[in-house]
């Protein structure tokens, strides 16, 4: 059931990228695995799962040293992280999307360089104005920005968010295009500020719900766990 939904997901992701005729697009696929056990996992390890996302700290360590090896397989924390997870954060993430104000960056920031690594992150932004959402307001965003690519140890690569619980597909949409133009918006900015510095590329928006409208609005990470385990 698991490798015919990841089938699944994928082909309908594929079909939504190349009907945009934008096939150089990569869309990455991530297997939401929170409250999933270690052989639901494996499982979809085998179903040919590279990418695995967890929304807390202490449930990902855990099944991290578990799952070791493979060591071929990335991982993604997508949950709000609290400044005081920061230091376990860095040993096990590849990709931290949850990035949400200067004190947590620098926070990780100082984790990061103590274990001489670089963390790749992405900035969550708060698109819908939902007051119980976390994330950062779009009109705070650049000074955000401004901030993290001012630390060393870590590397902004994009932007997350989630969208509210919506009835109707179609109405989860425009909350993917406010991240898109919100990466358009930085991307202007980076370039004012430095024309050296690279645009942010990475756009992680998209669950069991929405996905297909994300991809259309220029998703580049879903991030799937019930179409996966359950659908
Ligand atoms: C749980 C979760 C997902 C996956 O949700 P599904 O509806 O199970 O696909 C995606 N992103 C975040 C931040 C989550 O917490």
Redesign the pocket.
């Known amino acids: 059931m698991i490798c015919g939904n990841i089938l699944k997901v994928k082909e309908s992701v594929k079909n939504i990228v190349e009907a945009k005729k934008e096939n150089q697009r990569e869309v990455k696929l ?1 297997c ?1 695995t ?1 409250g999933r056990t270690v052989e639901e996992i494996r499982e979809a390890i085998n179903c040919g799962i590279t990418d695995i ?1 967890e ?1 807390k700290v202490q449930e990902a360590k855990e099944k991290f040293q578990m799952l070791e090896p493979p060591g071929n397989i990335k991982w993604h924390m ?2 709000h992280l609290q400044t005081n997870k920061a230091r376990d954060a860095v040993k096990i993430f590849d990709l931290i ?2 990035v949400d104000s200067a004190r947590l960056a620098v926070e990780m920031d100082k984790e990061a360089k103590k274990i001489n690594k670089v963390q790749d992150i992405l900035i969550e932004v708060n698109t819908s104005g939902e007051t119980a959402k976390f994330g950062v307001d779009p009109e705070n965003l650049t000074e955000l920005v401004k901030e993290a690519i001012g630390l060393n140890s870590i590397n902004l690569k994009g932007l ?1 968010t ?1 969208a509210p619980v919506v009835k109707n597909k179609e109405d989860a949409r425009s909350y993917f295009r406010k991240l898109r133009e919100c990466r358009e918006a930085v991307n202007v900015f980076l370039y004012t500020l430095t024309p050296h510095y690279l645009p942010l590329t990475t756009l992680s928006m998209g ?3 929405d ?1 297909e409208a994300a991809v259309e609005e220029g998703s580049t990470m879903v ?8 659908g």
């Open positions: 991530i939401v929170k996302g929304n997508i949950g999307h949850s997350m989630m669950m069991s719900q996905y991030r799937i766990g019930t179409a996966i385990f359950e």
